[in-house]
């Protein structure tokens, strides 16, 4: 796809591959980058797909940038500039999946949060640097992060200014594997693979069903009532049990 200016973006037919394009200043988050990924967002609720979002050469995303940054004040704060698209990005219809190498920080790490799902290379680091900044992590991780990976972790990196290696953020489970770099693409789309082979509306309802706060068990009914009528439950399970029978027999 061509017009974007900070961002690239594959559409295939089954998912959308975006890579944080900003060479010249490690993939900072930008405020046309913010209004490019929100373009991206309005494609993905107007035609659902997975999503895969990477970095370009080597970064997920050094941050935000601090230029940009420090010319906001209290008003720009209160718009929510950064944390009203990473959560748009969480809504997202379909699962979403970060592949993450280098540098995740501020706000790069925040947007890789708000995807269900995170894979690494061996190189990724997670980390927040705002309160050396005289700021604080608004975007998401002072909630988001602790749901990740639980309250101590993450205080030890929003408070102590630790970083979590690739290691350390699969041992928590931030990450769901760590991958040589050169092939880091590669099992991200092995794993979009994966979940297209699942039913799309089974995939789009599990996700509403886990994001919804304390709606259960009356959430997981009602999602559970709408899969049980469609045609896409009724065809695989009769695969399901023929497959079985063949085996049997």
Excluded at 65 to 74: M, N, T, Y
Excluded at 212 to 238: C, I, N, W, Y
Aim: proline content about 4%; overall charge neutral; hydrophobic content about 45%.
């Amino acid at each position: 796809m061509s017009g974007y200016r900070t961002l690239v973006v594959e559409e295939r037919a089954d998912r959308v591959v975006v890579t944080l394009h900003r060479p010249d200043a490690r993939n900072a988050i930008s405020g046309l980058m913010i209004e490019e990924l929100h373009e991206v967002c309005a494609l993905l609720e107007r035609e659902p797909r997975l999503l895969l979002l990477t970095g370009h050469g080597g970064v997920f995303a050094g941050g935000a940038d601090i230029a940009e940054l420090l010319r906001r004040g209290r008003d720009e704060a209160l718009q929510g500039i950064n944390s009203r698209l990473f959560e748009r990005v969480r809504r997202l219809p379909m699962p979403t999946v970060a592949a993450v190498d280098g540098w995740a920080l501020g706000g790069g790490a925040e947007l890789a949060y708000a995807c269900d799902l995170r894979i690494a290379a061996p190189q990724a680091v997670f980390g927040h640097p705002e309160p050396g900044l005289g700021i604080l992590a608004a975007a998401g991780a002072c909630w988001r992060l602790p749901e990740l990976v639980g309250e101590s972790i993450a205080k030890q990196v929003l408070l102590a200014g630790r970083n979590l290696d690739a290691a350390a953020a699969l041992a928590c489970g931030l990450v769901i594997d760590v991958v040589p770099a050169e092939r880091l693409l590669e099992e991200a789309h092995a794993l979009l693979d994966r979940m297209a082979r699942s039913s799309a509306t089974a995939l789009r309802l599990t996700k509403l069903v886990v994001d919804s706060p304390g709606a259960h068990p009356v959430a997981d009914d009602l999602a559970q009532a709408v899969l049980f009528e469609g045609r896409d439950k009724r065809d695989r399970m009769t695969r399901f049990l023929e497959k079985r029978k063949g085996d049997r027999s």
